[in-house]
């Protein structure tokens, strides 16, 4: 029994030896960035790294030194503000754009905790909201793309990583990064995990969309013929209202803290392409926390909306037409005092 018993045993480590060999792999190249920390990102595929992950250890790596005191919060829509540019308007030579992929309410309200947390004041903040902002969707904790960090969210550390861990084995991952590893060349039947470029940057964390650029300055004619920019899907009526009760903790909590800061504040509603307005709804329970005169409601159909050269694709605006917006903004502000 006892040698029959070491026979198993030994079958078993010498069968075992491929995912033992793939198991330690992914501690040596920790393909998502989470085992290690990193100073600089760069640009990398889309799938393969977490934006929340990246933001949070972006701001711990470099809050020391600068001790940020203004945020720029919301999803990857937030992309089209700045940090170089907002501080012209808020006074700061050093804002930080601490967001996240799709990250809602609660993802933004947990950020602001984590900043007090540090020490850090939040002295200007700008929240840009999008119709991802108050949904849930994204909060399964086996999607690795959305899953919040674990240094602020509440969930098991032991957990978390699991999860990362579970996803380089899931539908043959592994085998696409390694093939673009090695060959430095994306092939079709990679997109279902790796797709675009975003590029990084230190130490304020906005991003880029390289490829995009370069698509536009390449052939912007030929950019814009897809038929995609073509499709609006408007719909005469605005958005189903999307704030419930589970979300006025997180406005609230906000709202505390931005009294307790006394921060100076926007809320941004995006411009997105499809030109549906926002919930008339959601937009008074906004008003009526945040303030009329600090949230700034672009969505519809208007000039910013029209204009799809305004766009990279159905879900992000450029950050010329962010540009615009802040400038439209702080103007009003300024003519108001």
Same mark, same amino acid.
């Given at each position: 029994?006892?040698?029959?018993?070491?026979?198993?045993i030994?079958?078993?480590?010498?069968?075992?030896?491929?995912f033992?060999?793939?198991?330690i792999?992914?501690?040596?190249?920790d393909?998502?960035?989470?085992?290690?920390?990193?100073?600089?990102?760069?640009?990398?595929?889309?799938?393969?790294?977490?934006?929340?992950?990246?933001?949070?250890?972006?701001?711990?790596?470099?809050?020391?030194?600068?001790?940020?005191?203004?945020?720029?919060f919301g999803?990857?829509?937030?992309?089209?503000?700045l940090?170089?540019?907002?501080?012209?308007?808020?006074g700061?030579?050093?804002?930080?754009?601490f967001?996240?992929?799709?990250d809602?309410?609660?993802g933004?309200?947990g950020?602001?905790?984590?900043i007090?947390?540090?020490?850090?004041?939040i002295?200007?903040?700008?929240?840009?909201?999008d119709?991802?902002?108050?949904?849930?969707?994204?909060?399964?904790?086996?999607?690795?793309?959305?899953?919040?960090?674990c240094?602020?969210?509440?969930q098991?550390?032991?957990?978390?990583h699991?999860?990362?861990?579970?996803?380089?084995?899931k539908?043959? %991952?592994f @085998?696409?990064?390694?093939? +673009?590893k090695i060959?430095k060349? &994306?092939? $079709?039947?990679?997109? *279902?995990?790796?797709?675009?470029?975003?590029?990084?940057?230190a130490?304020?964390?906005?991003?880029y969309?390289?490829?995009?650029e370069?698509g536009?300055?390449?052939?912007?004619?030929?950019y814009?013929?897809?038929?995609?920019?073509?499709k609006?899907?408007?719909?005469?009526?605005?958005?189903?209202?999307t704030?419930g009760?589970?979300?006025?903790?997180?406005?609230?909590?906000?709202?505390e803290?931005f009294?307790k800061?006394?921060?100076? %504040?926007? @809320?941004?509603?995006?411009? +997105?392409f499809?030109?549906?307005? &926002?919930? $008339?709804?959601?937009l *008074?329970v906004?008003?009526?926390?945040?303030?009329?005169?600090?949230?700034?409601?672009?969505?519809?159909?208007?000039?910013?909306?029209?204009?799809?050269?305004?766009?990279y694709?159905?879900?992000?605006?450029?950050?010329?037409?962010?540009?615009?917006?802040?400038?439209?903004?702080?103007?009003?502000?300024?003519?108001?005092n």
């Open positions: 029994m006892n040698q029959d018993f070491k026979k198993y030994k079958l078993l480590l010498i069968f075992g030896i491929p033992w060999l793939l198991a792999s992914y501690f040596i190249f393909p998502f960035h989470v085992l290690r920390n990193y100073q600089d990102y760069g640009s990398n595929y889309l799938k393969t790294y977490n934006r929340n992950r990246i933001s949070t250890q972006t701001f711990l790596n470099y809050n020391p030194k600068y001790h940020f005191e203004s945020f720029i999803s990857s829509r937030s992309s089209a503000f940090t170089a540019e907002w501080g012209k308007f808020i700061d030579a050093n804002p930080y754009h967001d996240a992929f799709n809602n309410i609660a933004i309200r950020k602001m905790q984590f007090e947390k540090q020490g850090n004041k002295k200007n903040a700008l929240i840009v909201i119709n991802d902002t108050f949904s849930e969707q994204y909060d399964d904790e086996s999607d690795i793309v959305h899953l919040k960090d240094r602020w969210s509440g098991n550390p032991v957990l978390y699991l999860e990362f861990f579970k996803s380089f084995f539908k043959e %991952y @085998i696409s990064y390694f093939d +673009l060959n060349t &994306y092939r $079709p039947w990679m997109e *279902e995990f790796f797709k675009f470029k975003y590029y990084y940057e130490p304020r964390n906005d991003f969309f390289p490829e995009n370069e536009i300055k390449k052939d912007s004619v030929k814009y013929s897809n038929p995609d920019f073509r609006r899907y408007w719909k005469p009526e605005p958005y189903d209202k704030i009760e589970q979300h006025l903790a997180d406005l609230k909590i906000i709202k803290i009294e800061n006394k921060t100076k %504040y926007k @809320i941004v509603i995006s411009p +997105l499809n030109q549906i307005d &926002y919930s $008339p709804i959601d *008074e906004l008003n009526i926390y945040f303030g009329k005169e600090n949230v700034y409601n672009f969505s519809g159909i208007n000039k910013y909306t029209n204009d799809i050269g305004n766009y694709e159905m879900s992000h605006y450029k950050p010329q037409l962010g540009n615009i917006l802040m400038k439209e903004m702080y103007q009003k502000e300024v003519k108001a």
